[in-house]
Each structure stands twice: as C-alpha cells, then as structure tokens.
C-alpha cells in the first residue's frame, strides 16, 4: 500500500515538474536523443563487427580441418558397441534378480 501510494504521489509531482519545466524538458531531451542514437549506433557497429569476426574464425578452421580417419571412427563403434552389449547384459541381470 505504500508503493502504491509513493507511486501515485511521484507520479502527480511528476506531471506538475513537466507542465512547469516543458521548455526545459524538450532541450534536454533534445540533447539527449542524439547522444543516445551515437551510442546505440556505436553499440550496434561494434557488436556487428565481432559478430563478423565469429563468422570469418568459424569459416577458417572449417578449411583448416582435416578429415578424420575411417579406420578411428570404426575402432569407436566397435568400442561403443561392446560397451552397449555389456551394459544391455549388466541389466537383465539387474531384472533376474528384482
């Protein structure tokens, strides 16, 4: 109930500073906006340009990769299939005895 009442009274103090200070209001406003736009433009080119840096580095070690051997990825698959094949047996014996 206090926020709602400390709100309602900042906001009425807020109105009445803005209809007594328009003038002063738009000019800062006025030099607001363009320092906010240099900002935010500023922001935009230099994440833009990381972005695109991300992108060469991505592209480069996609060239810079070799391929990988057949004979490696066919030493892992039979090493994950006996892997499997023990684990499927560790669990009917994990059934038998429940």
Not at 20 to 47: C, D, E, H, R
Not at 61 to 80: F, G, L, N
Request: hydrophobic share 45%; no cysteine; net charge negative.
């Amino acid at each position: 109930m206090k926020t709602l009442v400390g709100g309602g009274i900042a906001a009425l103090v807020g109105v009445i500073g803005l209809s007594i200070y328009w003038k002063a209001f738009l000019q800062l406003l006025a030099g607001a906006i363009p320092v906010m736009l240099l900002l935010g433009g500023g922001l935009a080119l230099y994440l833009g340009f990381d972005e695109l840096k991300d992108t060469w580095k991505k592209e480069d070690a996609k060239v810079d990769e070799a391929p990988a051997e057949p004979a490696e990825a066919t030493d892992d698959v039979e090493k994950y299939k006996t892997e499997i094949s023990q684990l499927k047996k560790e669990i009917e014996g994990l059934k038998k005895e429940a």
